[in-house]
């Protein structure tokens, strides 16, 4: 009896381990900055199609676009926000097969169970938020460092906001 108990428990504890990795966003992780790269190098009108097919990656770059005017696109405040509660909510379900465990020499039995799949999580969100307010500031200073991990990828990035703040962004790429 006591084995049986001690199965269920590991199978519980690998289900709720299963579940938090499959909530993650599909790309990066909670400190990646692909969200910003994204908004600085990709034109706007390729960033709106995909926000506009509910694409949370692409909605969060573009909210990053609007919220700093970056490829000549106009200052949105409210629009970004909007943007982002949308990138960040739940865009889905993933199916996730587990087994039960049998308990007394009964057969286990395997049920689905459908978790959140999240294209954006709220640290990767922020990681790229910091980055940005770091890069909008211009200072190259050890706090920007640390906010956009590093000093070679923080001057990576300024160079790409310094071209992308009076460009415009609203041609398709070649």
């Known amino acids: ?96 097969t587990q087994y039960i465990v049998g308990l007394n020499g009964k057969p286990g039995r395997t049920a689905i169970i459908n978790v959140p799949r999240y294209d954006v999580t709220v640290f990767e969100g922020q990681a790229n938020d910091l980055c940005a307010e770091a890069l909008n500031v211009g200072a190259a200073t050890d706090d920007a460092y640390d906010k956009c991990r590093g000093a070679k990828i923080f001057h990576d990035l300024q160079r790409l906001w310094t071209e992308q703040q009076g460009n415009s962004g609203f041609a398709t790429q070649k």
């Open 1 to 96: 009896m006591r084995i049986s108990m001690l199965k269920v428990a590991l199978a519980a504890t690998a289900a709720f381990g299963m579940t938090g990795c499959a909530t993650l966003g599909s790309q990066g992780g909670p400190h990646s900055l692909d969200l910003l790269r994204r908004a600085l190098t990709t034109p706007v009108d390729v960033l709106v199609s995909q926000a506009s097919q509910n694409e949370g990656r692409a909605q969060y770059a573009l909210a990053i676009v609007y919220e700093y005017g970056l490829h000549s696109a106009p200052v949105d405040r409210a629009k970004a926000a909007e943007l982002k509660r949308a990138a960040i909510a739940p865009h889905g379900t993933m199916p996730i």
